[in-house]
């Protein structure tokens, strides 16, 4: 045995045996929490001191897995995920140092992944070791939020959050992990009726989620209940409006008024809707959270341009502006114009939840990762051959300004070079500094790019799968970190945003909730409809598709043209007694079984 093991187990011992003896009855579980993340780490440590390995799962061992699961109970996943990410940032950051110890880095890595294997191993072990229950793993260990570790005492997490949000990935490609995922994103776990909770002085945790007995009621017999609330529909709600917008936005930039007509100021009121989504967004989730996803960035960006629009909207009627090809107003149609390239290129994170479209936006991503690498470093480039020029114009005859060297440096790099006007600006040094620029920025910066490119897709393609459910996670989880249990997606939030602050602050939470909840219920009612439609369409087309599916089965026997070859009777058998009985007795029960199946398929084709 080797002296690292060693040393691990007798830390687990003494690990258990400090807890056992500091326990007092009571207690609450977020310092039990503490201590065992603490006691994760020194174990790491113990396992893997000097030398990376290259598969820390392998670490693992039942001892390990028993022991911290039962000193850390329903927090020992959550601590174990806080352990990896304390040390992969501890990681990242000596990367980053000028002078750095490379062999150091790769043991604090390997140490993570030590605690990210640790919390995988402890999910298995609570569902086919421990037999806890599915649901009861889901709500208690995976989705509760406990106080967190090195934070604020009154800031909350769950054991998701931290995966997702220090992008473990094997944790989050576990497939229990993904059925957890599936299971909010689909409402089988329903929103606990009091996100506000504090935490239970026993426990020292909070349910974010419960699980229904009967399981979540669906179609008209959940119309009651409104299931807007599940995930999976309040995000097909923002999405159809979003193509709302998108169509509003079109008619406005292609039909310029001069006057705000209905549709501009449509168009501005669900900007507006959008804004204080955006806003509630961030709040709800913490900035770091929220620019997890390029999508948010995105979305900053169009409401930027759409605000800075309305402004210069605003500004050309207080001066009286009525041409909507110059002035103030066209500067406001304008940015509406460069807008609808961000506008729809957000379309694309509709189809990110198709596994193929979904796979190729993480490549992308990665790649506009790598061009702002390039841009950076074609910025400087860029201003020290523009500030050659600028200079050199001062001797020619004809002066030309720096936006005009911007563009015409721009043009170089895309293979458009224009050695005449490079010239014009000197006679002796222009061309062949237009050379060099063309060296330096066309050839070695353009092909270092293309080589950026080729490296992440390879990088990426190979996990892009991975990187997509965890993206998947991300977007299910920001649905779970916004404590709503009526939910308004826009434009219906301006009615949350406007009418129901100052009763939400006067009236009693007794007298509050169910007026809100009537509210909701009405003023969503179509949408409440919709859904249940829906779920009735899918649940008579997933029957019709189970019976055609029993009865494809068994189109063989339908198809046959002698029964007999079915019973697999051969005519050498040598036992014409007992054999001969038990095949007669197959035969018929095939032939009454295909006359079963051939009522049903009927049935199905007059259906």
Not at 64 to 91: D, H, K, M, N, S
Request: charged fraction near 20%.
């Amino acid at each position: 045995m080797s002296r690292s093991v060693e040393e691990g187990r007798a830390l687990l011992e003494e690990f258990s045996r400090t807890l056992q003896s500091a326990r007092q009855p009571n207690e609450p579980q977020a310092s039990q929490a503490s201590r065992c993340y603490v006691a994760i780490i020194k174990l790491s440590a113990a396992r893997i001191p000097s030398h990376a390995v290259d598969n820390p799962g392998s670490l693992v061992d039942h001892e390990t897995i028993r022991t911290v699961q039962q000193e850390g109970g329903p927090a020992a996943i959550y601590a174990a995920l806080a352990a990896f990410r304390r040390l992969q940032a501890r990681a990242d950051t000596e990367a980053q140092k000028l002078i750095t110890d490379a062999g150091g880095v790769s043991v604090v890595r390997s140490r993570g992944e030590f605690c990210e294997a640790l919390a995988v191993k402890l999910v298995r072990h609570a569902l086919f070791k421990a037999k806890v229950p599915k649901e009861e793993l889901f709500i208690d260990m995976l989705t509760s939020r406990f106080p967190k570790i090195e934070g604020q005492p009154d800031e909350l997490e769950s054991a998701l959050e931290v995966a997702v949000s220090s992008a473990a990935l094997n944790f989050v490609n576990e497939e229990s992990i993904r059925e957890c995922v599936e299971y909010i994103w689909n409402g089988r776990l329903m929103p606990h009726p009091n996100p506000y909770q504090t935490p239970d002085p026993d426990s020292g945790y909070i349910r974010m989620y419960l699980s229904p007995p009967e399981g979540p009621r669906t179609g008209f017999a959940a119309l009651a209940d409104g299931r807007l609330r599940v995930p999976a529909y309040l995000y097909a709600a923002e999405t159809f409006f979003n193509f709302v917008l998108l169509a509003v936005f079109t008619w406005v930039v292609n039909e310029r008024t001069a006057d705000p007509g209905f549709m501009e100021w449509l168009m501005y009121i669900l900007v507006i809707a959008a804004a204080f989504d955006e806003i509630r967004q961030m709040i709800n989730e913490g900035l770091q959270f929220y620019f997890l996803t390029l999508w948010n960035v995105i979305d900053i960006t169009v409401l930027s341009l759409f605000f800075a629009a309305a402004f210069f909207r605003i500004l050309g009627e207080i001066k009286g502006q009525d041409d909507v090809y110059g002035g103030y107003v066209d500067l406001s149609y304008d940015l509406l114009s460069v807008n609808a390239v961000f506008l729809w290129f957000r379309v694309v994170n509709v189809l990110s939840g198709i596994n193929y479209f979904g796979e190729m936006v993480i490549i992308v991503r990665a790649m506009v990762r790598d061009a702002l690498i390039f841009f950076v470093l074609y910025f400087f480039v860029l201003a020290g051959f523009t500030q050659a020029f600028v200079g050199l114009t001062a001797n020619a005859s004809e002066v030309h300004s720096p936006i005009e060297i911007l563009a015409l440096l721009s043009r170089a790099v895309l293979q458009a070079p224009d050695f005449d006007r490079a010239r014009d600006t000197h006679p002796t040094f222009g061309e062949p500094l237009m050379v060099l620029y063309m060296v330096l920025g066309a050839v070695i910066l353009v092909n270092m790019l293309v080589a950026f490119f080729n490296q992440s897709y390879s990088d990426v393609v190979a996990k892009a799968r991975e990187e997509h459910l965890l993206h998947f996670s991300i977007k299910v989880l920001s649905f779970y970190k916004r404590p709503d249990d009526h939910p308004f997606p826009p434009p219906f939030n301006l009615l949350d945003a406007t009418l129901f602050p100052i009763p939400r602050l006067l009236c009693p939470t007794q007298i509050y909730s169910p007026a809100e909840g009537f509210i909701w219920y009405v003023v969503l009612l179509p949408l409440h409809l919709s859904v249940a439609v829906y779920e009735e369409l899918n649940t008579l087309w997933r029957k019709w598709k189970g019976k055609e599916h029993v009865a494809g089965e068994l189109d063989a026997y339908l198809d046959a043209p002698n029964l007999e070859d079915v019973s697999g009777e051969t005519s050498d058998s040598e036992d014409n007694g007992e054999a001969e009985k038990v095949n007669k007795e197959l035969l018929d029960l095939v032939k009454a079984l295909v006359k079963e199946v051939g009522e049903l398929k009927e049935e199905v084709r007059k259906a």
